[in-house]
């Protein structure tokens, strides 16, 4: 069973940054890819930045320029860098890692808001 631990969400400033981790229980690159997804009440689940193993990377064109995915191997943890951040990035981001299945992690909260 693969479980997948998201943490870093939380309360920041428009303009402001914060980092989020996903902590995976085995070996990131036993999956083909992993990323980055957040959802608003109402709304489907959007791709927000996914990283394959051989290091491919791809955002949301709303997040390019200001977002960055990365990973350390050695953790098997992804990141998310999340900077000028703005309040239409309000959401709960999930993690998700992709090997014949999708594995998505709980979820963590994000709030852009003066």
């Known amino acids: 069973q693969v479980q997948l631990v998201e943490s870093g969400g939380g309360l920041v400033q428009p303009g402001g940054s914060l980092r989020l981790s996903c902590a995976a229980s085995r070996n990131i690159f036993s999956f083909d890819a992993m990323g980055w997804y957040r959802q608003t009440p109402g709304k489907q689940r959007e791709l927000v930045a996914a990283?394959?193993?051989?290091?491919?990377?791809n955002y949301a064109d709303s997040v390019k320029g200001r977002f960055t995915i990365s990973r350390d191997n050695a953790k098997n943890t992804v990141y998310l860098q999340m900077n000028s951040l703005k309040p239409e990035d309000t959401a709960v981001y999930y993690c998700k890692a992709h090997r014949l299945n999708d594995y998505w992690g709980q979820g963590t909260q994000v709030i852009v808001s003066s």
């Open positions: 990283i394959t193993t051989g290091g491919s990377t």
